[in-house]
């Protein structure tokens, strides 16, 4: 029911429930922030200024990459228009985003606009991202006040994690409320409150830090190489440094956000103070090297040498001339790779430049709470999931010491910030009892503020030790009689002792230690797969009983889990592939992130899914409703999808591809990844019965004929290589049942026998050691 | 001994299989509008008809269980007609017409309802259980080959070139779309209803398209190859049917026959070539009607792929201008079950249209074989 208007405003009770979007301006923000609605599975409308142009900007995002939709059906959800004539579409929309020129007049023009079609108490947010509310509310009605807030996302929307929310003093507490909770459930978002400052917090610091790390470089004489490693693993930035960064997002931002931010700051703002004007920067804006988005690179190109190699130049700061790019070699940036303090105090130019960022970055941060934000851990929130630092800058003057920033700004006649003359030689985050705590503007410490459903297997493993584990592995109490078995090894590889445990955890359950069991990490990725490299070590010294060993090994710990008797929920964020993703295939229920990426990769190094996968994607597809009946069609369905080793680009995909079933779900914000898996667990625990073995029926040496003729057309495509040919011969003696007929049934153990026997088999063949090996160098499959 | 005659010729609209007009029709549906049209247009009463003989490439899924019998029913034809489904792949409803004249002159039927019918979107080609005989598969693996590699085939060893084949490409794009403007597909088109919808015009034909435009297409089937999309025949959905009966019977009931069946003939070939069928087929059959390829006035010559049609034609000693007038399977389509009634029926319509004494319509058949009729102006 709604409430008059009016009623709710400054009221928390009444908290509109968001249905329906309405996204104005269809540029890169406003499709993107559209297209991430839709992902959420809410109906859309996307207006834009030029006819037809939202239209074709959901046409053009269903071919970018990486893909703003995630999954082609969530295109259907909106409904392009125009935004001279289509206002009407709005009507029903209980959220309207408004993402059009970052010009004042423009959008307040737009926001009266709106009053004739907006429902009551429907929301109204602007994305600007340096424009203050303030302005924007000017001379605006009590009732658009009441409604209107900021909602700035970052690009891509769908990627981002950030989301933040400007409300201003007349705002109702509902909106906030709606927002909130829409932003955080629906689409994921973690939502910072900021205060109505120009720039808000990310793009304030962000935008600094890269001004300072422009500015140094070419004062300090570094080679933008040089300044990108600097900047990257050692400060915890993405490895494009700062160089690299302005490549990706576009060189010709610069100055338009320099001059955003110098209307909008005063004169003596650092920010401000520190805008120059670089020459080179202009001239290559000028020559329409503008990053990589125009093709022609930025400060980095591509050129290809006489013998058609594809050579990676720099340009060189000082002369302006493009040269091949050399790895940077500096001491501070060895002695300094593990060791902030070593890094900073380097005498080299490395390490005066860490210095010279890291200060003024710092210490504007430090200058800047409470002005921006009420606490630390908001901005450290905001630094680490709007521009993918590892650390905010609080964690970083942790690491570095705030004392030491103190003495070091004092020493260069700088101004201390209070906020760090305070803290003297205290910390900004202190752990009490298992619990973090983070200082607040007011001086004291508090608890980093979890929303509720919130829970965060980094925050129960500080509560104590783990139920047991080993150096790959361990397995926790995530409470209620829920247990949580973590892979914690580079990349989450899963090797001998991950499998060991997961047997150990089967077992501990069957004896009553847990009712239920939870498979998560908070890795990156949930997990890469087998250990490549632990494999191609054991074939180069022909350890072939070892290998076979580990691979029944895995087989077996993934069945006893499958047929415990106590449900398993899979919980994946990120990459869940090869191993990894047979993992999910033989728990109960998967609760999976939207950002999940599944797939059976094997056949990209040679090889077939050995633990399992190519008996479960068989029974999946022989279970599919509505899929044709008879032996073939559950062949043919995982042939293809396992011989092409696709990767799902995202749950919903992965659903697509029976990866997950209809029964699987999917959480959009990965915060709330565990609570929610949890709870399914604890739902399946009750009366729970384990699965019952059942046999298959497969067609053998027909169906191996079958994919055989299917193969030779693509090798005669030019889309199989020779040894493509090979992997699939194997694959289809496993999915076909080997010797099998259709008149009988085949055992599940049968097709894992032929796994265990095919993948032996191309282990020892040369071509598939090659494959590994150059995944392992480069990172890359070999296409041989 | 009675004249075998073709007296009513009509077909569905064609579409392209997946992402046609047709994808949610039923193919026994699709051929059962066909039949009821053809049958009420001829106002013959359905129970003088001995047989309903139904050409299907993959008689399986919603093409099985004796489709011809379905398609009786759902045409409300009487229960005393039969029903056959008839398999010789492309050259299915082709067959339907032979069997029937075989009857006929036995004196075992006087008229028939010869269909054919193909959903490429609802029945996938090679069927959903493709299960070849593995030692076969191993020893003679042609058996199995795939179409686009026997075009490639065709192509390399009777050297015609990519540009060949795209000129004969958009000229039968140019043909068919000529025919399409002057109403002579209308003629012979039933227009189906599709979820309530009726759909009348065919769905495959680009007008548009130029020889500059299909040079521009990737190879479809081998990555140095010359068949690309463009001159192949696309998978498509359609239905087609024949009223084929005996001279008196056409007589009696005062129907104007098309033309009459004079011989027919298949013939076998290596399956890596299966595109040069039609060569010995149509050798027979002019053998068996004892003329040549010059006594013909009308070729009615599918073109499952530009390379065998150029190829056949220049083997035969056909002439361009009289091989497929109104544009031939690379612009129309090719719903495998369906197309040899349409080539039996178009070429007896042109000829009936355009005057002449002699037709040949004649098909190329996966696995390595033609079949071949020689149609005479009554």
């Given at each position: 029911m709604a409430a008059p208007a009016g009623i709710a405003s400054g009221s928390a009770a009444a908290v509109p429930r968001i249905g329906k979007v309405g996204v104005l301006g269809a540029g890169v923000m406003g499709a993107g922030i559209a297209a991430h609605c839709a992902n959420a599975g809410v109906p859309v409308v996307l207006l834009d200024i030029v006819p037809g142009g939202a239209a074709r900007a959901v046409q053009a995002m269903l071919r970018a990459e990486p893909a703003p939709f995630m999954h082609r059906g969530a295109a259907r959800l909106v409904q392009a228009g125009d935004l001279e004539t289509g206002l009407g579409l709005l009507a029903d929309c209980d959220w309207i985003i408004e993402a059009i020129v970052e010009r004042l007049d423009a959008k307040r023009a737009l926001h009266a606009r709106l009053a004739e079609v907006r429902k009551p108490g429907s929301i109204l947010s602007s994305n600007t991202s340096t424009i203050p509310l303030e302005a924007l509310m000017e001379g605006a009605d009590a009732g658009l006040a009441a409604d209107f807030l900021i909602t700035h996302f970052f690009n891509p929307p769908r990627y981002m994690r950030l989301l933040e929310l400007v409300a201003g003093p007349a705002t109702c507490a509902g909106a906030v409320a709606a927002v909130t909770d829409f932003a955080d459930r629906a689409l994921g978002k973690?939502?910072?409150?900021?205060?109505?400052?120009?720039?808000?917090?990310?793009?304030?610091?962000?935008?600094?830090?890269?001004?300072?790390?422009?500015?140094?470089?070419?004062?300090?004489?570094?080679?933008?190489?040089?300044?990108?490693?600097?900047?990257?693993?050692?400060?915890?930035?993405?490895?494009?440094?700062?160089?690299?960064?302005?490549?990706?997002?576009?060189?010709?931002?610069?100055?338009?956000?320099?001059?955003?931010?110098?209307?909008?700051?005063?004169?003596?703002?650092?920010?401000?103070?520190?805008?120059?004007?670089?020459?080179?920067?202009?001239?290559?804006?000028?020559?329409?090297?503008?990053?990589?988005?125009?093709?022609?690179?930025?400060?980095?190109?591509?050129?290809?040498?006489?013998?058609?190699?594809?050579?990676?130049?720099?340009?060189?700061?000082?002369?302006?001339?493009?040269?091949?790019?050399?790895?940077?070699?500096?001491?501070?940036l060895e002695l300094g790779a593990r060791d902030l303090r070593r890094l900073v105090e380097h005498p080299d130019r490395g390490g005066r430049y860490a210095r010279a960022v890291l200060l003024d970055t710092l210490g504007y941060a430090a200058a800047l709470v409470p002005k921006i934000a009420e606490d630390v851990a908001s901005v450290d929130a905001a630094m680490r999931l709007g521009y993918n630092w590892?650390?905010?800058?609080?964690?970083?003057?942790?690491?570095?010491?705030?004392?030491?920033?103190?003495?070091?700004?004092?020493?260069?006649?700088?101004?201390?910030?209070?906020?760090?003359?305070?803290?003297?030689?205290?910390?900004?985050?202190?752990?009490?009892?298992?619990?973090?705590?983070?200082?607040?503007?007011?001086?004291?410490?508090?608890?980093?503020?979890?929303?509720?459903?919130?829970?965060l297997l980094s925050e129960v493993k500080r509560q104590g030790a783990p139920l047991a584990g080993n150096g790959s592995a361990s397995l926790w109490?995530?409470?209620?009689?829920?247990?949580?078995?973590?892979?914690?090894?580079?990349?989450?590889?899963?090797?001998?002792?991950?499998?060991?445990?997961?047997?150990?955890?089967?077992?501990?359950?069957?004896?009553?230690?847990?009712?239920?069991?939870?498979?998560?990490?908070?890795?990156?990725?949930?997990?890469?797969?087998?250990?490549?490299?632990?494999a191609l070590f054991a074939a180069n010294i022909a350890a072939w009983g070892e290998i076979e060993r580990m691979v029944e090994a895995g087989q077996k710990a993934l069945r006893a889990l499958r047929y415990a008797p106590f449900p398993v929920v899979g919980a994946p964020s990120g990459m869940a592939l090869g191993?990894?993703?047979?993992?999910?295939?033989?728990?109960?229920?998967?609760?999976?992130?939207?950002?999940?990426?599944?797939?059976?990769?094997?056949?990209?190094?040679?090889?077939?899914?050995?633990?399992?996968?190519?008996?479960?994607?068989?029974?999946?597809?022989?279970?599919?409703?509505?899929?044709?009946?008879?032996?073939?069609?559950?062949?043919?369905?995982?042939?293809?999808?396992?011989?092409?080793?696709?990767?799902?680009?995202?749950?919903?995909?992965a659903r697509e591809m029976l990866l997950l079933r209809p029964t699987d779900r999917i959480t959009m914000n990965r915060d709330r990844l565990l609570a929610e898996a949890k709870a399914r667990a604890l739902s399946l625990a009750e009366g729970y019965q384990p699965p019952k073995p059942a046999p298959l029926r497969l067609p053998g040496a027909t169906g191996r004929a079958a994919l055989r003729l299917a193969v030779q057309q693509q090798a005669a495509l030019g889309r199989a290589t020779p040894h493509d040919a090979v992997v699939c011969d194997h694959l289809a003696t496993a999915l076909t049942g080997g010797r099998r007929d259709h008149t009988e049934e085949t055992a599940e153990e049968e097709v894992l026998r032929l796994e265990r026997q095919s993948f032996m088999a191309l282990l020892k063949m040369p071509a598939t050691l090659a494959r590994i090996e150059h995944m392992l160098e480069t990172g890359r499959p070999l296409r041989n | 001994m009675t004249d075998v005659v073709i007296a009513a010729y009509r077909r569905s609209p064609f579409h392209f299989a997946g992402k046609g007009e047709l994808v949610k029709l039923r193919p026994d549906e699709m051929a059962a509008q066909v039949a009821r049209a053809l049958v009420a247009e001829a106002g013959v009463d359905p129970a003088t008809i001995e047989d309903v003989v139904v050409g299907c490439a993959f008689p399986e899924g919603e093409q099985g269980l004796n489709l011809a019998k379905i398609v009786a029913f759902i045409a409300g034809l009487p229960e005393s007609v039969a029903g056959v489904t008839v398999n010789r792949f492309c050259g299915s409803s082709m067959q339907s017409a032979h069997q029937a004249a075989g009857a006929i002159r036995m004196g075992a039927g006087e008229a028939f309802l010869c269909a054919g019918v193909e959903s490429m979107s609802r029945v996938p080609m090679m069927g959903f259980n493709p299960m070849p005989h593995p030692?076969?598969?191993?020893?003679?693996?042609?058996?199995?080959?795939?179409?686009?590699?026997?075009?490639?085939?065709?192509?390399?060893?009777?050297?015609?070139?990519?540009?060949?084949?795209?000129?004969?490409?958009?000229?039968?794009?140019?043909?068919?779309?000529?025919?399409?403007?002057?109403?002579?597909?209308?003629?012979?088109?039933?227009?189906?209803?599709?979820?309530?919808?009726?759909?009348?015009?065919?769905?495959?034909?680009?007008?548009?398209?130029?020889?500059?435009?299909?040079?521009?297409?990737?190879?479809?089937?081998?990555?140095?190859?010359?068949?690309?999309?463009?001159?192949?025949?696309?998978?498509?959905?359609?239905?087609?049917?024949?009223?084929?009966?005996?001279?008196?019977?056409?007589?009696?009931?005062?129907?104007?026959?098309?033309?009459?069946?004079?011989?027919?003939?298949?013939?076998?070939?290596?399956?890596?070539?299966?595109?040069?069928?039609?060569?010995?087929?149509?050798?027979?059959?002019?053998?068996?009607?004892?003329?040549?390829?010059?006594?013909?006035?009308?070729?009615?010559?599918?073109?499952?792929?530009?390379?065998?049609?150029?190829?056949?034609?220049r083997e035969l000693g056909l002439e361009e201008e009289?091989?497929?007038?109104?544009?031939?399977?690379?612009?129309?389509?090719?719903?495998?079950?369906?197309?040899?009634?349409?080539?039996?029926?178009?070429?007896?319509?042109?000829?009936?249209?355009?005057?002449?004494?002699?037709?040949?319509?004649?098909?190329?058949?996966?696995?390595?074989?033609?079949?071949?009729?020689?149609?005479?102006?009554?």
């Open positions: 973690t939502v910072i409150r900021c205060k109505d400052r120009p720039g808000f917090i990310a793009n304030r610091i962000g935008g600094l830090w890269m001004q300072s790390a422009i500015n140094h470089a070419f004062d300090l004489h570094l080679t933008i190489e040089e300044a990108d490693a600097v900047m990257g693993a050692p400060l915890g930035v993405p490895k494009t440094g700062v160089f690299g960064l302005l490549d990706l997002v576009g060189l010709d931002l610069v100055p338009q956000v320099a001059a955003s931010m110098k209307a909008a700051l005063p004169a003596s703002d650092p920010y401000v103070l520190g805008m120059r004007d670089h020459p080179l920067i202009a001239r290559l804006i000028a020559e329409g090297r503008t990053g990589r988005k125009g093709g022609r690179g930025g400060f980095y190109t591509r050129v290809t040498d006489a013998g058609g190699n594809s050579l990676k130049h720099a340009i060189d700061l000082r002369t302006g001339e493009d040269r091949p790019s050399e790895k940077p070699s500096l001491e501070s590892k650390w905010g800058p609080f964690e970083l003057l942790d690491r570095l010491g705030a004392a030491w920033l103190a003495e070091a700004l004092r020493a260069e006649g700088r101004p201390v910030p209070p906020l760090l003359e305070r803290l003297g030689e205290g910390s900004f985050y202190r752990t009490q009892g298992g619990r973090v705590l983070a200082l607040h503007a007011n001086g004291a410490y508090r608890e980093v503020p979890r929303p509720e459903g919130v829970l109490d995530i409470g209620d009689g829920v247990a949580c078995l973590e892979f914690h090894t580079r990349m989450n590889a899963l090797d001998p002792d991950v499998v060991d445990l997961m047997g150990k955890a089967a077992a501990m359950g069957g004896k009553g230690a847990f009712k239920a069991l939870v498979i998560h990490n908070e890795g990156e990725n949930f997990s890469v797969g087998a250990n490549i490299g632990l191993g990894g993703c047979e993992v999910l295939l033989h728990c109960d229920a998967v609760q999976a992130h939207a950002e999940t990426y599944m797939g059976l990769v094997e056949a990209g190094l040679g090889l077939i899914p050995g633990w399992g996968g190519c008996a479960s994607m068989l029974r999946r597809w022989a279970e599919a409703p509505g899929a044709p009946k008879g032996p073939m069609p559950p062949v043919a369905k995982a042939f293809e999808m396992i011989s092409t080793a696709r990767v799902a680009k995202s749950a919903f995909e | 030692g076969l598969a191993e020893s003679y693996p042609q058996a199995y080959i795939a179409m686009g590699e026997t075009a490639e085939n065709v192509a390399r060893r009777h050297q015609v070139t990519r540009k060949d084949q795209e000129a004969f490409a958009a000229e039968s794009h140019r043909r068919a779309a000529a025919a399409q403007a002057e109403g002579k597909l209308a003629a012979e088109i039933v227009p189906v209803t599709v979820d309530g919808r009726q759909v009348a015009e065919d769905g495959c034909i680009r007008p548009d398209t130029t020889p500059e435009a299909l040079a521009a297409l990737k190879p479809a089937f081998r990555q140095d190859g010359t068949v690309t999309a463009g001159t192949s025949s696309p998978l498509t959905d359609g239905a087609a049917a024949l009223l084929v009966c005996s001279a008196d019977y056409a007589k009696r009931h005062g129907l104007t026959p098309l033309a009459k069946v004079r011989s027919i003939a298949v013939a076998g070939c290596a399956p890596e070539v299966m595109g040069m069928g039609p060569v010995d087929a149509s050798r027979k059959a002019l053998a068996r009607a004892g003329i040549t390829v010059r006594d013909l006035d009308v070729v009615e010559l599918n073109e499952a792929f530009a390379s065998q049609a150029l190829a056949c034609m009289t091989v497929n007038r109104d544009g031939g399977a690379i612009a129309l389509g090719h719903p495998l079950g369906a197309t040899g009634a349409r080539i039996l029926g178009k070429a007896a319509q042109i000829l009936q249209r355009e005057g002449g004494r002699y037709a040949l319509a004649t098909q190329c058949i996966g696995g390595g074989q033609g079949i071949a009729t020689v149609l005479e102006a009554v």
